[in-house]
């Protein structure tokens, strides 16, 4: 069986988790939590940056600090994974929730103005299968309507808009190391703060609500509860794992490159042929290779597909379900149609993307449908 997703192991992950056994510290924020801090803090200019357990808890920071209340508004996108709701949600939001493009599943940022009240606190752009959202567009109307931008970047490391990191745009952003990820670290995620005036409560946040770690780098005599916030930060172990990622982002990236570029060439007249269209990446964004997924004519040829690929050993899955029409939130949205967003939950189908992939045998097999 060719799964859809098998994470990379560099080989390093045990050596490195035997060593921050070793050094006597194996709770969070030590010596391999600083050396992943730093190296986002200087690869992508990031401000500053603190892992966490998930990109959920990411999330949850960044609605904390942005002080989302009950009865503020945020605009989502409804085609993503129901993380980017649940951590406004928490806080009393209410969400609401913006169409997709036609040609990919990003939220179309022509349509986010009409969306716009009073009541609008933030603007969760989600950069789909690591395609920068149109930041250029958002950000202006961050400006124009002092709406603070949260970039739910989950899939988005080692991509780019307009030669920006994802992530360094917005005010501050979301990222994940979940195992389906580039670099994984089990689970795990990271938060990144891109404005000043958020660096310092973060860290408080981060720390449960306390200057603990104020107090571990001799800034003050003594620490206490000064906020709220929660458990967040990941143990050492997890950090010395993800260490041995980051080490080798290059060698990773390089591969999946090379296996979507294989996809994208080989598969050109099978997908023509069949009215199937496949990845639209704006010529102001970078592919970091997170996924490569086809987009279908009919929900019946996505099934027919995924069943094919099934006889063959090979695993194809399809995706989000829009969030708008999901048992929790029906009741609670507007009622608008999105139909894009619908679309892509009924015809997009992700092939399998990891390192060690036999990316031919998946396009020769395709290629008998």
């Given amino acids: 069986m060719i799964p859809f997703n098998k994470p990379y192991l560099s080989g390093k992950e045990l050596s490195n988790i035997e060593d921050a056994i070793k050094k006597g510290k194996i709770s969070g924020n030590g010596y391999y939590t600083q050396l992943c801090h730093d190296f986002f803090e200087q690869k992508y200019g990031f401000k500053k ?49 913006a169409d997709s493009y036609a040609d990919n599943p990003n939220m179309d940022a022509s349509k986010i103005e009409a969306l716009i009240t009073p009541k609008t606190k933030a603007i969760v752009p989600v950069h789909y299968a690591g395609i920068a959202c149109d930041m250029d567009k958002i950000m202006q109307l961050a400006k124009q309507y002092n709406i603070i931008i949260i970039e739910d970047a989950a899939q988005a490391i080692d991509s780019f808009y307009k030669g920006k990191p994802l992530g360094s745009i917005g005010h501050m952003a979301a990222f994940s190391f979940h195992e389906t990820k580039n670099i994984i670290s089990g689970e795990g995620g990271m938060i990144a703060i891109n404005k000043e005036r958020f660096c310092n409560r973060a860290e408080i946040i981060w720390e449960k609500g306390t200057n603990r770690a104020e107090f571990f780098r001799g800034e003050v005599n003594k620490y206490g509860w000064v906020d709220t916030g929660s458990s967040f930060l990941p143990s050492e172990i997890t950090a010395a794992f993800l260490w041995a990622q980051i080490e080798n982002l290059e060698k990773i990236q390089k591969k999946r490159l090379e296996h979507w570029q294989h996809y994208d060439v080989y598969l050109k007249d099978w997908t023509a042929k069949h009215y199937i269209k496949t990845m639209f990446i704006p010529s102001e964004a970078t592919n970091n290779a997170h996924m490569f997924f086809l987009v279908c004519e009919s929900l ?27 048992p929790y939130y029906l009741e609670k949205h507007d009622g608008r149609e999105l139909i894009n967003s619908d679309n892509f939950t009924s015809r997009l189908v992700r092939l399998p993307m990891y390192y060690e992939l036999d990316v031919e045998e998946v396009t020769n097999a395709l290629c008998q449908f």
Avoid: W
């Fill in 49 to 97: 940056v603190l892992l966490t357990t998930s990109c959920t808890d990411a999330l949850e920071m960044c609605a904390i600090l942005a002080n989302i209340q009950k009865g503020d508004e945020v605009i989502i996108p409804s085609f993503t994974f129901v993380s980017t709701a649940l951590a406004f949600v928490r806080q009393g939001a209410k969400i609401i929730f």
């Fill in 300 to 326: 019946e040829q996505r099934t027919a597909i995924i069943a094919h690929l099934k006889s063959h050993d090979i695993l194809a899955v399809f995706h989000y379900i829009s969030l708008h029409s999901s």
